[in-house]
């Protein structure tokens, strides 16, 4: 047909309203081919009842269709015919309807216009009577056809079963049922209606069996990758469309359809029966499997939601409520059906687990940082191989139990899929496992003459491997599909690219190990390749210079060996510095640690795994020659032990000083105890020296001997100095220091190192002839001095000793010695003034502030610490002796009072006190901190835990409120927000522009006691939460809150204990893990 054909105007018109089209646009649409055969097949074909008209949602175009428009919300055009004849162009406009309705109620539309339009008027008496005989019947099948397909249509499209009815039904109602059995006509009407049922109850069971026969099974049998999402909703569709076809069983013309056929006995009687007994089995099993699915499903559904590292530890969750299915349901009971729903859970965490891995971009990272992506890949491997682990658990946990049948049926028809996935997975790790081998390659040198070169080829071998690894991660194929086969090929190539590469290094790998002469060498390679000589390829490679180290570790034992025989008799070979008992241990445990070495060096070679058989004989080697070395050192050890028993006991016998045989004063046995003193400082650092008594008592008071003997040598020594060279004129004025001196050194001479009290008594003997010696050395430094000078101006000028001149020269002299030390006082103090000026000076003194048990203090004192440098510089007059023999006092006292002296001397005091006053202010403004180191943090923990908070000085009756978390949080919060300012004060602070003040000290130790005070709160918290968790790990079958004794809530506790930055102790972590 063209488009000028007259049965398509009353279409046309309708369409170019509705549609607001143009008309061109309507002959193009009507001029195409496809369309002319459908609209020919509807005027021409009284089969085809509907035509369907509507806009393309792609393009907006026209679409003309035979079946209704699918997934269409815009408006349709519904084109229904009243008739079975074929339309022509005399009675297009009586026997089409058209109608416009929205794209879903299409099929509605049509089953409305059959009902209430179309059978109503067949149906009528009055209307019928006036057709030609049969018309009405045939247009009343026709109608009800139309209606009944336009139903079954409507009910598949939502996965429903409609159950059509007699048409004959609707006859009897035509011919308003006047006929009788006993007519002729009556008994073929009968007959007609019986066939109309029988042929409908053999299409209803044919629908129903057909519907019953469906298995959730069949997309899997189809060779597709169901969800669990399928098999729940094909459990609730089967259940609905039973719920459906029940319900139009009991339907009343359903029921007619049933009186008809048991008056007549029909032998689908029997059949309709079964059908109804069918439908209610299987709406029973369709219920228990919705409810018994329901927890596997939900749980599906948590696990979706649920970071991706969640999801190994849930595992045993879900394994178990599928095993509770298998339990609780009879139906599903059945291992083809558990098997599939295994399967659907193994696609979708095949499904997550791309989605995980992001899919097409998963080989992103593959040339900067393999790592993570390298982490991905295993977590998801180590997931998918828990959800194996858990299925293995639940089957055994079925054959344990016994009351149960058991899944009996093999493992792989569950893992097809999953396995095949991991296969492919491990394949994808092994690339990011070499390759994230490969790219240490980057930081790779080697020494030696060649190394440089070598260094080189290495490098170009990572270059090489970068530009493979860039080709593979530019491929735009999914590496996560199995299915994906280009992906398999750019793997096979990378693989032959990447055996390539390990040649060349197995190349200069052969180069250096030649070059090794010695096994540490060769384990410092081996450490350095280490990552890629467990490589098949490699190591198959190496294996002959792999051998070859285990040969140099035999060898380097063997030396080991031979070193100790050779030099085992030759004591003066150990050490000329460390005792000769001490040096033999200290040899032997150098040779131990050399075969050590060795032994180490191998060790790095046997985690390759070369299996040469060497192993056996290395270890045997080293042990023979730690025997050896262990049986040498016991002897040894036993020897030195009894000589140093036997030189002790004679030490502690011995009289701490003795005239020697030059009549010297002397330390007893000087040489003999240092030689000792060196041997027990051997034995302190050794635990394996077993000490005989004398030995024993002797190491027990080692330092106090060797602070001891220190003492007397000092002692020896400055008496020495002191006695030997006194001058005669001397001596009279040293006469009685002496005596005492001699008295105290032969009381010490009546000691030994035995005896009670040596060390106090030496520090007691010390102090006093070092304070002689002190002032006698002194005295001849000083008399030296003057004498020197005033010796050689006297024998310049000639002059007699005792003459008058010489008297007034000697004064005159101690004029000047006076005169300068005024200017040395002058210019000190001038040099403070300058440098405590405001106004032109810079930071001149420094002082540190510190928290110490008393308070806040300044290190040194700013008061007393700079006053003491004042009167140092006025002290510093007093240390010269005077020259002149005719005045008396020091040269302190004489100094002259001048107006500058006394104006500087104020001004100076005047700002220190200014410092001080400043920085007594500093330390006031700190004070606002005092109660935090005042406070006994004890009472006030114990008032917190009363009342909730620290009470007040006036606060007496107050009532008791234990704190709450909150109460915790506010204190903690309240400290950190202290910890945080104080660690913003000032780490310096200058006073008056030259007194620096380091306050560090003081903000460290402020900073600890408030970590201290929250550790308080803190400790209580975690003693809170170690009692919950006792509690909950006793009663582990109650909620977590209810079973702890504690009165705050566990989780909330943890997390504000996780805020408060601490963490939970391992063991309290543990058994954390363990209940949740």
């Not at 330390?667 to 240092?674: A, E, F, G, T």
Request: charged share 25%.
């Amino acid at each position: 047909m063209d488009a000028r054909d007259e049965r398509l105007d009353p279409v046309r018109s309708f369409t170019l309203t509705s549609f607001r089209l143009e008309e061109e646009r309507w002959r193009r649409f009507v001029s195409e081919e496809e369309n002319q055969v459908i609209f020919s097949s509807f005027f021409n074909t009284p089969d085809y009842k509907n035509l369907f008209l509507c806009r393309d949602p792609e393009d907006g175009g026209l679409s003309v269709g035979l079946d209704p428009p699918q997934n269409v919300q815009t408006k349709v055009i519904c084109v229904s015919r009243a008739g079975r004849e074929v339309i022509t162009r005399e009675n297009v406009r009586k026997i089409l309807v058209i109608q416009e309705v929205e794209g879903e109620d299409a099929k509605s539309f049509i089953i409305a216009v059959s009902e209430e339009v179309t059978c109503p008027l067949l149906i009528n008496l009055e209307t019928s009577r006036r057709w030609a005989v049969g018309l009405a019947e045939e247009a009343l099948r026709s109608t009800e056809q139309q209606r009944n397909e336009a139903l079954v249509m409507e009910a598949q499209m939502e996965g429903g079963t409609f159950l059509t009815y007699p048409e004959a039904l609707h006859e009897d109602q035509l011919h308003g049922n006047t006929f009788t059995e006993d007519t002729e006509e009556g008994k073929l009407s009968h007959t007609k209606l019986l066939h109309s049922c029988d042929s409908t109850i053999t299409e209803w069971v044919k629908l129903v069996s057909n519907f019953l026969q469906q298995d959730s099974s069949q997309p899997v049998l189809d060779g597709l990758d169901p969800l669990p999402s399928d098999e729940f909703n094909f459990w609730r569709t089967r259940l609905k469309n039973l719920h459906l076809i029940q319900q139009q069983l009991r339907s009343s013309r359903a029921q007619q359809v049933v009186s008809v056929v048991q008056r007549a006995d029909s032998v689908n009687w029997s059949s309709l029966r079964d059908l109804y007994s069918e439908v209610q089995e299987g709406l029973d099993e369709a219920q228990d499997l919705t409810v018994n699915l329901d927890p596997v499903q939900e749980k599906l559904e948590q696990l979706e939601r649920m970071d991706y590292l969640q999801l190994g530890d849930n595992m045993t969750a879900l394994m178990e409520e599928v095993r509770q299915v298998w339990i609780r349901s009879e139906f599903y009971r059945r291992p083809c059906w558990v098997v599939v729903l295994l399967q659907e859970i193994c696609n979708l965490f095949i499904q997550m687990s791309r989605r995980f891995l992001h899919e097409e971009e998963v080989m992103a990272g593959l040339g900067s940082d393999p790592g993570p992506r390298l982490d991905d890949v295993t977590l998801v491997i180590w997931t998918l191989q828990t959800l194996k682990e858990e299925y293995r658990w639940c089957r055994t946990q079925l054959e344990q139990d016994g009351d149960t049948h058991n899944w009996d049926f093999p493992s792989n028809l569950v893992f097809f899929n999953l396995d095949h996935f991991l296969l492919h997975l491990q394949s994808i790790q092994e690339v990011f496992s070499v390759s994230l081998k490969l790219h240490q390659l980057d930081s790779a040198v080697l020494s030696g003459i060649r190394g440089q070169m070598w260094t080189d080829v290495v490098q170009q071998v990572y270059q090489d491997f970068l530009g493979h690894v860039k080709v593979l991660c530019d491929s735009t194929c999914d590496p996560t599909d199995p299915e994906d086969q280009s992906f398999q090929l750019h793997l096979n190539h990378f693989w032959v690219q990447v055996s390539d590469l390990e040649r060349r290094l197995v190349s200069v790998l052969s180069r250096a190990f030649e070059d090794c002469c010695a096994s540490s060498s060769g384990a410092k390679l081996v450490k350095m390749f280490g990552f890629l000589l467990d490589r098949p390829l490699i190591q198959d490679q190496l294996r002959p210079h792999l051998t070859r180290l285990e040969e140099l570790v035999l060898e380097e034992l063997d030396q080991t060996e031979l070193l100790f025989y050779s030099q085992r008799e030759e004591p003066n070979a150990f050490s000329r510095v460390t005792p000769s008992a001490a040096a033999g241990l200290c040899w032997t445990q150098q040779l131990r640690l050399r075969a050590e070495n060795s032994l180490d060096h191998y060790r790095t070679l046997q985690q390759l795994d070369l299996d040469s058989g060497a192993s056996q004989l290395i270890l045997q080697r080293f042990q023979q020659i730690v025997d050896l070395l262990q049986d040498f050192t016991d002897r040894g050890r036993s020897s030195w032990s009894c000589l140093l028993d036997s030189d002790c006991e004679f030490i502690l016998k011995q009289p701490l000083i003795q005239n020697n045989k030059q009549g010297m004063l002397g330390v007893n046995c000087s040489h003999k105890i240092q030689v000792l003193l060196k041997e027990l400082r051997y034995v302190s650092r050794k635990s394996d020296v077993e000490l005989r008594p004398h030995a024993a008592r002797l190491f027990t008071c080692r330092d106090d001997i060797t602070q001891s003997y220190l003492s007397l040598s000092h002692m020896v020594s400055c008496y020495e100095q002191v006695a030997s060279d006194v001058l005669p004129v001397e001596l009279p004025l040293i006469r009685d220091q002496l005596q005492d001196l001699n008295q105290d050194l032969s009381e010490l001479q009546r000691y030994t190192w035995s005896s009670e009290g040596v060390q106090q008594l030496v520090e007691q003997k010390r102090e006093r002839l070092l304070l002689v010696h002190s002032s006698v050395s002194r005295a001849r430094a000083n008399m030296a001095a003057v004498t020197r000078i005033t010796q050689v101006n006297r024998s310049l000028y000639g002059a007699e000793v005792s003459s008058e001149s010489w008297i007034r020269y000697l004064d005159h002299i101690d004029d000047q010695v006076q005169y300068g030390l005024f200017q040395l006082v002058l210019r000190s103090l001038t040099f403070l003034s300058d440098n405590m000026n405001p106004q032109s000076c810079s930071v001149f003194l420094t002082v540190s502030l510190q928290l110490q048990e008393t308070g806040i203090v300044f290190e040194p004192s700013v008061g007393v610490g700079l006053s003491d440098l004042l009167q140092s510089i006025y002290s510093a007059a007093s240390l010269p002796l005077r020259v002149s023999e005719r005045r008396h006092g020091n040269y302190q006292v004489s100094l002259p009072q001048s107006p500058d002296l006394s104006a500087l001397e104020q001004e100076v005091m005047h700002r220190l006190l200014q410092v001080k006053e400043e920085a007594e202010r500093l330390s006031a403004g700190l004070d606002r901190y005092a109660y935090l180191w005042q406070s006994d943090r004890s009472e006030v923990m114990q008032e917190f835990l009363i009342y909730s908070r620290q009470l007040g000085d006036e606060e007496v009756e107050v009532e008791e409120a234990p704190p709450t978390l909150k109460d915790f949080q506010r204190e903690i919060e309240s400290l950190h927000r202290l910890s945080r300012e104080v660690t913003h004060l000032d780490d310096i602070i200058v006073l008056h522009s030259w007194l620096q003040v380091d306050l560090r000290t003081f903000k460290d130790s402020l900073l600890s006691i408030v970590q201290e005070w929250k550790h308080l709160y803190t400790e209580y918290l975690l003693d809170s939460v170690r009692d919950s968790l006792q509690q909950v790990t006793h009663h582990r079958g109650d909620d977590e809150e209810s079973s702890s004794s504690s009165s705050f809530p566990l989780t909330e506790t943890i997390f504000l204990l996780e805020a408060a930055g601490v963490e939970l102790p391992e063991h309290l972590s543990a058994q954390l893990e363990l209940i949740t």
